[in-house]
């Protein structure tokens, strides 16, 4: 019966091939799955060597790879590529959220680096994918990563809301210049995703503390009070790649539960 479930399932990816970064972290990680279940051939690449045996099978391919890192990253298209034959997803999502940092006590190093992850890695890629997705037979589809903070920035978090900005326009700019591919384009921003490395750690506990409250009542801070997780991310990701959002390009689409926050 369990078999007779799994062969009635749709599998809206089957011959299709994804590549998420960041793969090894909980968003990532989730995306990955949810594609590898719908179907998918999907590769991973993240700076964690663990992607490797992230899951298993013949769907799959971890690949260890800096993003920021030319060479690395045109070795990993290359196996990507030679393993699967093409591309028709990009699932932009490897980034690093810093510890909080006042603007007047900015870390010029640290700056730099959260813009070559969370930024310049993303336009790199995009430009390197490119000739992969405009070949892909249904058309290719760009699913980024954003956050909340585009909408809604918080104190100390200047160089991640700078980055998520860019690159949220450097999205909208890419689906209006490759519309005429057939590829489309979307951002998703997540609010804060709980079960994720970013809030590991006691960060979570930290910041509940900090407003006063319980980590219950801090996560669900939102008109469902509901907590977003890293599954409901992928969820959305993988919708965006479907037919439900054929018609739908260079869009910003918020999953947080609501806000009544600001
Ligand atoms: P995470 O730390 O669990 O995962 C991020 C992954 O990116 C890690 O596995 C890390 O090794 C990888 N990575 C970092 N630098 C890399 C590099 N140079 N090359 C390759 N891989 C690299 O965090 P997450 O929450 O899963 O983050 C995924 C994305 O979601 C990020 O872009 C983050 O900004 C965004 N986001 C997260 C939240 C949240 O609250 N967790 C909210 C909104 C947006």
Not at 84 to 102: H, M
Request: hydrophobic letters at 50%.
């Amino acid at each position: 019966q369990a078999k007779l479930r799994r062969a009635g399932r749709p599998a809206p990816l089957a011959g299709q091939v994804a590549l998420v970064t960041g793969a090894a972290g909980g968003i990532g990680r989730a995306i990955a799955g949810r594609f590898l279940a719908a179907g998918g051939a999907v590769a991973g690449l993240d700076l964690d060597p663990a992607v490797a045996g992230a899951f298993d099978g013949a769907s799959w391919l971890g690949l260890g790879c800096d993003v920021t890192d030319a060479g690395q990253v045109g070795a990993a298209l290359d196996a990507v590529t030679d393993t699967f034959g093409g591309l028709d997803i990009l699932v932009l999502n490897a980034g690093i959220f810093p510890a909080a940092a006042p603007v007047a006590e900015l870390d010029s190093e640290l700056w730099r680096r959260v813009m070559r992850v969370n930024l310049d890695a993303a336009a790199d890629l995009l430009r390197e994918a490119h000739p992969l997705l405009r070949q892909a037979p249904g058309g290719g589809r760009v699913v980024v990563i954003g956050s909340k903070n585009v909408a809604a920035p918080g104190p100390g978090a200047a160089a991640y809301s700078a980055s998520k900005a860019a690159l949220t326009q450097l999205a909208r700019v890419t689906a209006l210049e490759w519309a005429a591919d057939g590829i489309r384009v979307n951002v998703v921003h997540p609010d804060a995703v709980f079960d994720t490395g970013i809030w590991a750690g006691g960060v979570l506990e930290a910041r509940a503390a900090h407003y006063g409250l319980s980590v219950e009542d801090y996560t669900t801070r939102n008109l469902l009070h509901t907590q977003i997780t890293s599954a409901d991310v992928a969820e959305l990701a993988l919708a965006l790649t479907g037919p439900a959002f054929a018609k739908t390009t260079g869009a910003q689409i918020p999953i947080d539960g609501g806000n009544d926050r600001v």
